[in-house]
């Protein structure tokens, strides 16, 4: 069963940032509203997520690392669906076979939290009492250090912090109601509060996270943007291209609070810059586009972040159209709006 784990492990776990990711989704799918981040050494030594989330209650804790593994994976063609689909539920155990792990958890209806730890083998013992406020702190400690194999693909701690960065960049661009902080080293990386609450309040981040995240630079050159046609609806900041670091650093477009990569989405802001400012390359945004879930397929490839617009041509001149109007509308600082 172990072995099996480290299989999955594979899958899941390919660096510090993926230890992250699987992290944070939990914190996030917890409910929490404060999400903070520690890392030491790119994450290599230790990653630690605190969340004030719902916390885990005793009994599921004390199942929260073990796999049922031997049911579920059962034949090649299990297998076959594990590596297209992910795991599902897994997570934990998934980095608990290639970590030293300890989740302290509490549940608001609960006097005290409880503790579990496992070091990389079998099973974890028992929770035990632990102080906690109410959420959950999962700390992961010595990432592959019963891997060798894996452990020699890491990178230096620097690439391995900046893929944490860009990873928790992208989340807390699009969730602006939670307030993040991220440190690495003992030094704060970022610190950000969490945005007003409001119609929107998931996406704005406004000002000063965009600031924090993506530097004075965009926020210099960005204008706000919320187009709407009839069931569509894009809106978020473009910035002039001439300050972006490299291709792909500074664009992020969601679809329905979804993280995508899709050409047709490229495509159309590249036409757009080239059209109104004759100059497509490196391109800096983050936009919001909604559209109706039965326009849109997220079920390409989950671990991929594309997507399948049902209305393809229609959805990319929209797009277009959006960007246009309002890079051709002309600069207004994004500070004055
Ligand atoms: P999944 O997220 O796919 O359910 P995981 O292995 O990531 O699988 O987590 C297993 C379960 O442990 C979650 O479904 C959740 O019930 C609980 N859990 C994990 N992390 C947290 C957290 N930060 N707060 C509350 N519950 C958590
Ligand atoms: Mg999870």
Partial sequence: PQLINQIAAGEVVERPASVVKELVENSLDAGATRIEIDIERGGIKRI??????????????????????????????????????????????????VARL??????????????????????????????????????????????????????TEKTELGHVEQLLRRMALARGEVAWRLQHNGRTVFDL?????????????????????LGEGFVAHGLTLDEQAVDLRLHGWIAQPAFARSQGDMQFFYVNRRLVRDKLVTHAVRQAYQDVLHHGRHPAYVLFLELPSWQVDVNVHPAKQEVRFREGRQ??????????????????PMLSV
């Fill in 102 to 155: 300890e989740i302290v958890s509490r549940t608001a209806d609960e006097p005290h939290g409880w503790r579990l730890a496992s070091d990389g083998s079998e099973q974890a013992g028992a929770p035990a009492p632990a102080a906690h406020a109410p959420g959950t702190t999962v700390e992961v400690h010595d990432l592959f250090f019963n891997v060798p194999a894996r452990r020699k693909f890491l990178r």
């Fill in 48 to 97: 630690q997520v605190r969340d004030n989330g719902v916390g885990i209650g005793r009994e599921q804790l004390a199942l929260a690392l073990s796999r049922h593994a031997t049911s579920k994976i059962a034949s090649l063609s299990d297998l076959e669906s594990v590596a297209t689909m992910g795991f599902r539920g897994e997570a934990l155990p998934s980095i608990a076979s």
């Fill in 315 to 332: 959805t990319h001149d929209f797009l277009f159209r959006a960007l246009h109007r309002r890079l051709a509308a002309g600069v207004e």
């Fill in 193 to 213: 509060p969490a945005g007003a609450a409001g119609k929107d309040d998931w996406a704005t981040a406004g000002v000063g996270r965009l600031r924090a995240l």
